[in-house]
Structures are given as structure tokens and as C-alpha cells.
């Protein structure tokens, strides 16, 4: 029984360590979604936010430079999917998927003509990675049954941007719910001709949505490179934005819901790395493709239906013009 124990805090520690991307590309789809701009450009800033901070980082040595390479550069996308939508009122779809084509090409390019290593970046050293943080007091619960394996494996040992994602959530929420910034941010994405009947910038409004965008996926591309790997390889981000993407919907664009989303799809990816090469009573050994297909066969599966009827923000994806 103990040893089934430890096997599900260990899958639920890897849960929620393949979850942080996740949550926090999908909180900064919130954001812009919230806002009426449909970002699906979520998986390019990531992309290029981890190539930044593995770049960065590796030159630098330290990882926080990285991050704060990452969030810019992941900024400066957003900024530029904001002024195709916001500015120019282009097509909000296109904009998303030319910036994932720049994003994808642009990585690749760079990474070959700066490092010479086939589009990856070089390996980085400890000074250069966010590492494992130790609690205070995990080594001396360790012994205590159940309490002490949870609090050891599961609450402490995990580096500082997985924590900043968690926290992320309620902070979220209470931006969304309870500030002024919030029910602004609200209402432009319900009803932005009344916005701006009160005399407030829907144009302001949205841009500062899509910068928040812009630090969140930073953020999630950082943790990909310099935290949960040592570098950075071509497209690393894997379809991970995609997925946040369909946990913002599936969530319902509500932060919690949208957390139990991505740490659904997260326990979903654990799960198949804990099944690979284990042969189950009356199935036999599971394919190993079909393993890792999992979390992106659910995504299919809940975006065809089976979520119940998700809602968007009615002004989403409709550009704003202002009435003379």
C-alpha cells in the first residue's frame, strides 16, 4: 500500500511540475481572451520566450537575465499581435498564426547562426537554471508517513516558477474579480461600446491585456528551458500553448477551472510517462504512442463536446470601432 502511495504523490509531483507551462499560458490567454482579442499565438510567444531565455542565460550565466530576456521578447510579440488586432483591427486568427510561423522559423534561424549547435542552445550550468528549492523542514518530516512524503515530494522540491505559477491563479482572480483594472478589462470584452460611452480607452484597456499576455507566456517559455530543461531545442514548447489554449476554454475562462484544466491535461502527460514499458493485468503492455497521444487526444475529445456549453466573452475576436 505504501509503495502505491509514493507512485501517486510521484505522479502527482510530476503533474504538477508538466503543469506549470500550462497553467500559466493559459491564465495569459485569460487575460487577452478576457479583454476580446483571441490570442492563438500563445504557443509562439512561449516558443520564443524559452529560446530567449536559454540564449540569454547561457551568455549571461544567470537565469534570471533569462527570464527577463523571455518576458521582453514575449512582450514585444504580444505588443505586435496588438497592433495587427487592436491598432489595424486585422484578423485575430492570422495574426495568431503568423506569429507562431515567426516564432517557429525565427528560433531556428537565430539559434543556428549564434550557437552552431543545429538550433539548440548550449547546455546550461547550475548558475544558469532555476533549480529545486527545499522547503523549510522537508528533510526532517520525511520519515513521518503520508504527511511527511506529501509535504517532501509534493509541496516542497520544486523550483520557484512552478510556485509563481500556482499563485498565480487566486492572484489572477482576484485582478479579474476585484480590482477596477478587472471589471474594465470585463466589460470591454462583453460590451466595449459602453466602455467607451464612460469614457474609458478600450484600445488602453485591450493593449494592457495583451502586455499581460506577454508576461505570463514569458514567463511559461523561461520555466520550459531554463527550469524544467537545461536548454533550448527546436520547438520544445511541443504544442503545449495549443493545450492551454483548449484548458482556457474547457475552464471556462474562469481561473480555477482553468487550473483544474491544466493540471487535468498535466496528470494526463504524467500519467503516460509512468505507463510507458509497464504492462497492465488483462491489456498487456500499452503502446507507447498511443501513451503519449493522451493529453492531445483529450484535447480533441473535450473541444468536440464534452465540456458543456463554454461561453466566450461576446465581444471575443470582434475588433472594436470607435462610433463617430
Not at 552552431?116 to 526532517?140: I, V, Y
Not at 511527511?148 to 482576484?174: C, D, Q, R
Request: include cysteine.
Amino acid at each position: 500500500m505504501n509503495d502505491w502511495f509514493t507512485i501517486f504523490i510521484l505522479t502527482l509531483d510530476a503533474t504538477m511540475r508538466v503543469s506549470t507551462p500550462l497553467i500559466l499560458a493559459a491564465l495569459a490567454g485569460l487575460f487577452s481572451e478576457r479583454s476580446g482579442v483571441v490570442d492563438i499565438s500563445l504557443e509562439g510567444k512561449m516558443l520564443a520566450g524559452a529560446f530567449a531565455a536559454a540564449a540569454v542565460a547561457s551568455i549571461a550565466g544567470s537565469a534570471w537575465i533569462g527570464l527577463l530576456a523571455a518576458i521582453a521578447v514575449s512582450i514585444v510579440l504580444a505588443l505586435l499581435h496588438g497592433f495587427a488586432c487592436i491598432t489595424h483591427r486585422g484578423n485575430q486568427v492570422v495574426s495568431g498564426v503568423a506569429i507562431n510561423i515567426l516564432a517557429a522559423g525565427l528560433t531556428m534561424v537565430l539559434g543556428l547562426h549564434w550557437f552552431k549547435q543545429g538550433g539548440q542552445t548550449p547546455r546550461l550550468d547550475n548558475e544558469a537554471r532555476f533549480l529545486s528549492l527545499d522547503l523549510p523542514g522537508a528533510q526532517a518530516v520525511a520519515d513521518v508517513p503520508y504527511l511527511g512524503k506529501i509535504y517532501e515530494e509534493l509541496i516542497s522540491g520544486h523550483n520557484i516558477l512552478v510556485y509563481v505559477a500556482f499563485l498565480m491563479v487566486p492572484f489572477t482572480y482576484w485582478v479579474v474579480y476585484k480590482t477596477r483594472f478587472g471589471l474594465r478589462l470585463r466589460a470591454v470584452g462583453e460590451n466595449p461600446n459602453a466602455v467607451d460611452t464612460a469614457g474609458i480607452s478600450v484600445v488602453k484597456i485591450r493593449y494592457l491585456a495583451v502586455i499581460c499576455t506577454g508576461i505570463l507566456c514569458g514567463i511559461a517559455g523561461a520555466y520550459i528551458s531554463t527550469a524544467h530543461n537545461a536548454q533550448f531545442v527546436r520547438d520544445m514548447t511541443a504544442g503545449q500553448g495549443f493545450i492551454a489554449l483548449a484548458a482556457l476554454i474547457f475552464g471556462k475562462w474562469r481561473p480555477f477551472q482553468v487550473l483544474f484544466a491544466c493540471l487535468l491535461f498535466g496528470f494526463l502527460d504524467a500519467l503516460a510517462v509512468r505507463l510507458q514499458g509497464v504492462s497492465l493485468p488483462g491489456i498487456g503492455e500499452i503502446p507507447v504512442q498511443f501513451i503519449e497521444a493522451l493529453p492531445y487526444l483529450l484535447t480533441v475529445i473535450l473541444l468536440a463536446g464534452f465540456i458543456g456549453k463554454a461561453v466566450a466573452p461576446k465581444a471575443s475576436g470582434i475588433p472594436y470601432v470607435k462610433e463617430r
